[in-house]
């Protein structure tokens, strides 16, 4: 499995922008497509994006399409999450997940992937 460690989180005004980063460590980086989840106090943790193995190709909720913009830097070894025009309903912790390799592209579900990382709380506030 490969190790992933979010950051970047924290609080922010509604209308604004955060940028997530998730540094990854363990098998090679560059194997595996890459995901961002969030999970909304009482709810079930929902698809955000995901990028493939090379960054060309990337899929987006609906939810968040046109505002937030997914990319990788395989020299680093980090996926990254742009997150802008924030609404409140986007309050949430916000996992960075590695999908298991033969996993079918785009991977927007949960079972798809096979290493998660702690998480990075993103609070939007009026």
């Known amino acids: 499995q490969v190790q992933l460690v979010e950051s970047g989180g924290g609080l922010v005004q509604a209308g604004g922008s955060l940028r997530l980063s998730c540094a990854a460590s363990g098998r090679t980086f560059s194997n595996n497509a890459m995901g961002w989840f969030r999970q909304a106090p009482g709810k079930e943790r929902e698809f955000v994006a995901v990028?493939?193995?090379?960054?060309?190709?990337?899929v987006y909720a609906d939810s968040v399409k046109g505002r937030f913009t997914i990319s990788r830097d395989n020299a680093k070894n980090t996926v990254y999450l742009q997150m802008n025009s924030l609404k409140l309903e986007a309050t949430a912790v916000y996992y960075c997940?590695?999908?298991?390799?033969?996993?079918?592209?785009?991977?927007?579900?949960?079972?798809?992937?096979?290493?998660w990382g702690p998480g990075t709380q993103v609070t939007v506030s009026s």
């Open positions: 997940a590695a999908a298991a390799r033969g996993s079918w592209w785009p991977q927007r579900i949960r079972a798809a992937y096979d290493s």
């Open positions: 990028v493939n193995l090379i960054g060309g190709s990337t």
